[in-house]
């Protein structure tokens, strides 16, 4: 098993910036893909961001350039810098650890709200 503890969400104007981090514990070895996920009222879930064990990054459309996704694996902890962000980026974002197996986890969620 393997927990997820998602922070840093948050209330921010538009133009503003948060970091979110996901803290992972428990059986971690394994685990080679760390990914942000967001869903908004209304909208399925959607993949933001995710960063496998060896450092490769892929992203969304909406979120390139504006985005950061890093691990620090001393701290088995994943980060979203968030710049610039947008009305629309207003969502509970969801981190999800995967393993090579397919066998994967989420997180609880940290809100994110993005005011216009």
């Known amino acids: 098993q393997v927990q997820l503890v998602e922070s840093g969400g948050g209330l921010v104007q538009a133009g503003g910036s948060l970091r979110l981090s996901c803290a992972a514990s428990g059986s971690t070895f394994g685990v080679n893909t760390i990914g942000w996920y967001r869903q908004a009222p209304g909208n399925q879930r959607e993949l933001v961001a995710h960063i496998t064990s060896g450092g490769n990054t892929d992203y969304a459309d909406s979120v390139k350039g504006r985005f950061t996704i890093s691990r620090d694996n001393a701290e088995n902890t994943v980060y979203l810098q968030m710049n610039s962000l947008q009305f629309e980026d207003t969502a509970v974002y969801y981190c999800?650890?995967?393993?090579?197996?397919?066998?994967?986890?989420w997180g609880q969620g940290t809100q994110v709200t993005v005011s216009s």
């Open positions: 999800k650890a995967t393993q090579s197996l397919g066998v994967y986890w």
